[in-house]
């Protein structure tokens, strides 16, 4: 499926944009931020970036622009961003999904799965974004669920929720 106008489902939310750049903000002082994945249309195709990492900080996969460059041993990765399933790493041992993105019939893109950064556990899902097991359904300090944006393709998670 190639499409021009992916819209991005992030904590029950709709973002609308050309690329999408999620991040967590591991300083509040200095603003540093760490990349979770970045979204991009490209000539009618989506394009995933990203890095994955255990609790440790080890490296478990890398996809770079839907090309996986690597992957720890202990994982599998199956499928294609633009696929039914879409791209998913899994645990070899139990099947434990770790992170899938993918392609909806109505041409959404869904992102979940586990970040470590920062010491902390980020859990993204289509309905929710979690810190820790806590959920951060905040947006720049309102609550806010199942709204459209539309210009925020820089979208950062903090302690606080999310903010652009």
């Known amino acids: 499926m190639t499409h021009d106008d992916y819209m991005l489902i992030l904590g029950s939310n709709v973002y609308a944009d050309q690329a999408y750049m999620v991040s967590y903000q591991t300083d509040i002082k200095t603003g540093d931020r760490t990349n979770l994945f970045t979204l991009e249309n490209s000539d009618g195709n989506l394009t995933l970036t ?9 490296l478990i996969a890398k ?3 839907n090309e996986l460059t690597q992957i720890n041993k202990n994982f599998d990765v199956q ?8 791209i998913t790493l899994t645990k070899r041992e139990n ?3 770790i992170f899938n993105a993918k392609i909806t019939e109505d041409g959404y893109v869904a992102v979940s799965g586990v970040f470590y950064v920062g010491g902390k556990k980020i859990h993204i899902t289509d309905r929710t ?15 806010v669920h199942d709204t459209f944006f539309v210009g925020n393709y820089d979208i950062t998670i903090t302690d606080d929720g999310l903010k652009f």
């Open 79 to 86: 499928g294609e961003i633009e696929t039914e399933n879409g």
């Open 63 to 65: 996809i770079d622009r």
């Open 129 to 143: 974004v979690e810190i820790n097991d806590t959920p951060r359904q905040t947006i720049n300090g309102v609550n």
């Open 50 to 58: 990203t890095e994955i990492r255990d609790e440790n900080s080890e």
């Open 95 to 97: 099947g434990d999904v």
